[in-house]
């Protein structure tokens, strides 16, 4: 214990004053004479022992009550645990991602408690020192050190970020080791993996207690059919994830398009469960449509609507090359005139002019490339089109590796018919594909005609682990025709494949909806005229930083500034895509990192972790740190209490 005006503590020489006044009894006394003192004598002797005790008695409070005065004017306080060095600046990171919106013990959003946090630190330290206010939104305000005050009015300004930050994106843009108060929920989902900093990081950590509650978000919506045509009926399927320790029972789930509520559905979530609810679209939906998928779930509601779009793309142009005349597999697999723009064209006579606007172009059984084929191919890999490749019986391997750029490609002798692998159903290409993953479905069999070395990021491969279907940036090429060599196009998987490749070539096939942890969204456009730039509307209008690439755009989010919802991106008087933005589903997941487990993601910095779950209790640990505990309050009432015994016992103690 220390004290703040230890030149006080001379007083307690004044204690000596009661211990004189109550060894020397000034007072006279007066002498009464009896007849017969031999009844009193007992009485005499009671009333001296009583009376010698309650003067000790009195003494005792006189000396307490004026030790404790004493200990009052000298301040006595408990020395602080923690000593911060000489420092005048201090960063403070304010966590405020929507998931700083659930509630707190003392019913207080998560924000609030975190703001309340900050302005205790900040009205801590001296005027003197100097404050870095960091939050998710990384602002330019937050780039240099400010004055109390204006830390206070930034403080006041503070609103919820689309953008959630894991703790190394936070520590790059801090950039210089020094004192850094973080105050955070500390999500395990969004902190990141563990960190190695230098010694000179000092990091308090301030966890906001986020009381613990169920939480329902959107996992995943798509369609069933992945094509999206004007005017085909198709389903909508939304998986939604319960994340806590209570049950959701009759959630009411609502599909809006265009503002207009067009289905709704009632599901029951267990603890930490899963579940998919579908919706049946209707014929007649064109163009671009905005859909909300929506629901009710209290108190956490900054993720109850989910934005996606409905854009529905024309048919998709597919153009085959196949050295004869006749109906191919290709052709009967691309039948349907309203998913597809068929046009099928014999070496002989092929116009490369239709190779300007198709999605997916495929070379089908031929076996040599001549000059001006290759010329018109190569024209159209340059702009980014995509390109199947079915081998002939008998290829001519020097063109095509001149072709395709596969140094690699040789033809293979005596091969023998072999049994293709199952398909690997983590591949993205197979997404929502196989209702059902067997492991006994069978495959068919193909005899390769050429291979390319082993390919561990095939599509689809030998049972021996050689490639059957590989793709090479916009090239997609088989190990064997479509012929007698194998049965893969009377095989059920054939399908599928192929509109997958249709889909994949198809450069208008845009995505439902993004995150905004995305950084860059592609848009498509054949041709853009002028320097004006492409703009993003939507609550706001934004001119994001952008790349012009041959038929399309490369936008880079200005995450900050991004919020959910609709953005029509246009080009002067053109909109040339909807996109929706979501927030990213893992700020939806509320659980935490234990305290005691906090300073295992920041090794090698000195790191201290606050342990308050309210401002209140928060402020005193606070104080107690780098402040110390004062006892000064305590010794006064002390003194208090003591006069009031002196006063007890002289009035009442006989």
Do not use: C
């Amino acid at each position: 214990m220390s004290f703040s005006y230890p030149q006080f503590l001379w007083a307690l020489a004044a204690l000596a004053i009661p211990v004189i006044i109550h060894l020397f009894n000034f007072k006279r006394t007066t002498r009464l004479f009896f007849s017969n003192t031999r009844l009193l004598q007992q009485v005499k002797q009671e009333t001296i022992q009583q009376r010698r005790l309650k003067r000790y008695l009195i003494l005792a409070s006189r000396l307490l009550f004026l030790f404790f005065l004493v200990m009052a004017f000298a301040q006595p306080f408990r020395p602080a645990t923690q000593q911060f060095a000489e420092q005048k600046n201090i960063t403070l990171y304010l966590d405020n991602s929507y998931s700083m919106s659930a509630p707190v013990q003392d019913k207080l959003r998560g924000l609030e408690a975190a703001t309340a946090f900050a302005r205790e630190i900040v009205t801590l330290f001296p005027a003197e020192t100097r404050f870095k206010l960091l939050t998710n939104d990384f602002a330019p305000f937050s780039n240099t050190f400010k004055s109390k005050s204006e830390i206070l009015d930034q403080l006041a300004q503070v609103r919820f970020s689309s953008v959630a930050r894991k703790a190394s994106e936070v520590i790059r843009r801090i950039e210089q080791p020094g004192s850094v108060f973080w105050i955070s929920d500390f999500q395990q989902a969004t902190l990141g993996d563990a960190l190695v900093l230098d010694s000179a990081w000092q990091l308090q950590l301030a966890p906001v207690g986020l009381a613990p509650v169920s939480n329902v978000f959107v996992d995943s919506v798509y369609l069933a059919n992945p094509f999206r045509i004007g005017g085909e009926r198709n389903s909508l399927r939304v998986k939604l994830r319960n994340k806590g320790p209570r049950a959701v029972e009759g959630l009411v789930t609502r599909l809006s398009i265009n503002n207009i509520q067009v289905a709704t559905s009632s599901v029951t979530l267990q603890p930490n469960s899963s579940v998919e609810t579908t919706f049946d679209l209707s014929a007649g939906l064109r163009g671009n449509n905005k859909a909300v998928f929506s629901f009710t779930d209290f108190p956490i509601s900054f993720d109850n609507e989910f934005y996606f779009t409905l854009n529905y793309a024309g048919r998709l142009r597919i153009v085959e090359i196949k050295p004869e005349p006749g109906i191919t597999y290709v052709e009967q697999v691309y039948g349907n005139r309203q998913l597809f723009d068929f046009k099928s064209y014999t070496t002989a006579n092929v116009d490369f002019g239709a190779f300007q606007d198709a999605n997916l172009l495929i070379l089908n059984g031929v076996n040599r490339v001549d000059a001006a084929l290759a010329a018109a191919l190569q024209n159209y890999l340059s702009n980014q089109g995509l390109l199947l490749v079915f081998p002939g019986s008998e290829p001519d391997v020097a063109s095509y590796q001149n072709l395709l750029r596969l140094p690699a490609l040789a033809r293979v002798q005596n091969a023998t018919r072999m049994v293709l692998d199952k398909p690997d159903y983590q591949n993205p290409f197979f997404e929502n594909v196989f209702e059902e993953k067997s492991a006994t479905m069978a495959m068919p069999s193909a005899q390769p005609v050429w291979g390319w070395g082993p390919d561990r990021s095939a599509i689809l491969s030998f049972q021996n682990g050689q490639p059957f279907l590989s793709r090479f940036a916009t090239v997609y090429i088989a190990a064997s025709g479509l012929n007698r060599e194998t049965d893969f196009a009377s095989h059920a998987l054939f399908v599928p494949v192929m509109y997958r490749l249709a889909a994949a070539g198809n450069r208008q096939d845009r995505k439902p909806y993004h995150y905004l942890s995305n950084a860059l969204v592609t848009v498509f456009a054949d041709s853009l005229s002028g320097a004006e730039p492409v703009r993003m509307k939507g609550e706001q209008e934004l001119v994001p930083v952008q790349r012009r690439l041959p038929k399309r755009i490369l936008l880079e989010l200005p995450r900050y500034e991004v919020r959910p919802g609709f953005y029509a991106i246009t080009h002067q008087r053109d909109t040339l895509d909807l996109v929706a933005f979501n927030l990213e589903k893992a700020e939806s997941d509320l659980t935490t990192v234990a305290p005691a487990e906090l300073p295992q993601y920041f090794a090698g910095a000195h790191v201290s972790v606050f342990d308050a779950a309210t401002p209140e209790t928060f402020s005193t640990e606070l104080k107690a740190r780098y402040l110390g505990t004062p006892l000064w309050k305590y010794a006064l009432l002390l003194a208090l209490a003591f006069l009031l015994t002196e006063i007890l016992l002289i009035r009442f103690l006989k």
